[in-house]
């Protein structure tokens, strides 16, 4: 479970750590500006990092911004197996142009430190051996060099790292081809495609729930299906009508649709294959007012872990008053500050207490 | 959102019974937690009555699957509650309106109850299992005036279970 999520020198962010509650769904609100996204983005990295070997180069690509030329730390804590590991990432500018390296990497678990990395220095510690040091040449973010031994708790921090998806969807960027060995859905869940696809072929149990909730979405769909195309590419389609059947191809589902199938294909996922840790940058975009509250409950039912940013009163009326947290910016020179809601005086209505900019300092 | 079919709408008073409700919804099983809708708060005791009066009671003469929980602080006055209760609410809707609350508020509740962590566990925990058995927290003398109104309120939902076990 994600418990800690740390930027430092990146946006508006010069030194801010957000802290999730412990509920295991969490709401994230703010007026425009406050941050909410570019937190999104911060974990979108790190995740990346997991899920296959990159340089800083590499992933500083995922950014809308360039990295601070004195460094932006990424940094993370976790609730893994009943330790608590934090790892912090610094990246900065290289002297070589358009060129990013690795300034430092940490990772303590329950506050004890056992690896860092200091540019090319490597140290880190070996149960039963000590500390060792490598020095080497350029090395993926969150790996040690190749020809060392792997800690443990490394491995876990990366493979819950891999199960951390960061989803600011853009519907028109969801297409209907799903291409083979593609397995992550995209921060715009351009791989929703893929994504769907790679779940039901490896978790054919996953069918089942998702198309069930396909069907409570969305009135009228029966199923989906998938024609295969040269090269390896899958076409996803919907179909609806029992009688008079109509076939739609994912890209070409509404928006609000779009959505429904993302959310089912996640909801799968985690009953099948979690848990996650979802992070959903406004989940109630692009879907009608009646529909919300019940998506958005769908969401809160799966096992894992759900956090959201919204603006939305149907959204903050689904979610308590010890799940929500509030990010507070005063103008565009200021940090943001992040408090809980239940920390502040909002009288007996917190959605009314928004509209009237009341809950804002 | 379907008007053709059952549908529970909760009417929390405030933001901490609000939180109750959150609770109490998250621990029902899917089938029921997909039916309850959450509505606005109120934001007074007073204000969900009107509430009631001019926008849920004539939803319900409309839509006959369409259910009720208001859920108030009966601020220490539950023959209050009752008689307005009587009063206001017309004898063709009475099966499918129930009130629900504190006797003093949520607060004072949970401290009386001992359980200091938020608001949304304690509706959790209230409510958890409610369908077979009832928390013995309901026997506390903050909760126990409400025993009859759930007992009504689960055979509806149980109705609704085997139903939709059925179809």
């Known amino acids: ?361 | 959102m379907n008007k053709y079919q059952f549908a529970l709408l909760v009417v929390p008073e405030d933001q901490a019974n609000k939180d109750l409700v959150i609770g109490a919804r998250d621990s029902q099983p899917n089938t029921i937690q997909n039916k309850i809708r959450i509505e606005p708060v109120p934001g007074g005791r007073d204000e969900v009555w009107t509430a009631t009066i001019h926008d849920y009671l004539p939803r319900l003469e409309r839509y006959e699957r369409w259910h009720l929980v208001l859920v108030i602080d009966h601020d220490a006055d539950v023959p209050k509650i009752q008689q307005h209760f009587d009063e206001l609410i017309p004898q063709s809707l009475k099966s499918r309106v129930w009130v629900l609350g504190c006797r003093s508020e949520p607060e004072s509740c949970r401290s009386r109850l001992g359980r200091p962590g938020p608001l949304r566990e304690l509706g959790s925990e209230l409510f958890n299992s409610c369908m077979t058995q009832l928390s013995p927290l309901w026997d506390h003398n903050e909760l126990n005036h409400n025993k009859a109104q759930l007992e009504s309120l689960r055979k509806t939902l149980q109705n609704l279970i085997d139903q939709e076990k059925g179809s």
């Open chain 1, 1 to 361: 479970m994600l418990r800690e999520l740390g930027l430092i020198r990146y946006r508006c962010f010069e030194r801010f750590a957000l802290e999730v509650p412990e509920s295991r769904n969490t709401l994230i609100i703010g007026k425009n500006g406050s941050g909410k996204s570019t937190l999104a983005q911060g974990l979108n990295l790190l995740s990346l990092a997991a899920r296959e070997p990159q340089t800083a180069t590499h992933l500083a690509n995922s950014l809308v911004t360039p990295i601070d030329p004195n460094g932006t730390i990424f940094m993370v804590g976790a609730d893994l197996g009943g330790q608590r590991v934090d790892y912090f990432l610094s990246l900065q500018p290289s002297s070589a142009a358009g060129r990013l390296e690795i300034l430092f990497e940490q990772l303590f678990v329950d506050s004890l430190e056992f690896f860092h990395r200091a540019g090319r220095e490597i140290t880190y510690w070996k149960p039963g051996v000590g500390w060792n040091n490598i020095a080497s040449a350029e090395v993926p973010v969150l790996a040690l060099a190749p020809d060392s031994p792997e800690i443990e708790v490394f491995n876990q921090l990366r493979s819950w790292l891999k199960r951390v998806i960061v989803i600011s969807p853009a519907p028109q960027q969801i297409g209907e081809f799903a291409e083979d060995g593609v397995q992550s859905l995209g921060v715009h869940g351009e791989h929703l495609a893929s994504f769907y696809q790679s779940l039901i072929a490896t978790k054919p149990r996953a069918y089942e729930i998702f198309i069930n909730k396909l069907r409570a979405f969305i009135p009228g769909v029966v199923e989906t299906d998938s024609v295969s195309f040269p090269g390896g590419r899958k076409l996803v389609r919907v179909i609806f009508g029992r009688d008079q059947k109509l076939t739609i191809p994912l890209k070409e589902l509404s928006d609000g649709e779009k959505m429904y199938f993302l959310a089912a294909t996640l909801i799968a996922a985690q009953d099948v294959d979690g848990p996650f840790t979802i992070f959903w940058d406004e989940p109630d975009h692009y879907l009608s007012l009646d529909a919300i509250q019940t998506f958005i409950q769908a969401l809160r039912q799966t096992k894992g872990q759900f956090i959201a940013t919204s603006h939305n009163a149907e959204t903050i009326n689904a979610f308590a008053t010890d799940e929500i947290l509030v990010l507070q910016r005063e103008n565009y020179l200021s940090e943001p500050t992040m408090k809980r809601v239940s920390e502040l005086d909002y009288g007996r209505d917190l959605v009314q207490a928004l509209r009237l900019g009341e809950v804002y300092e």
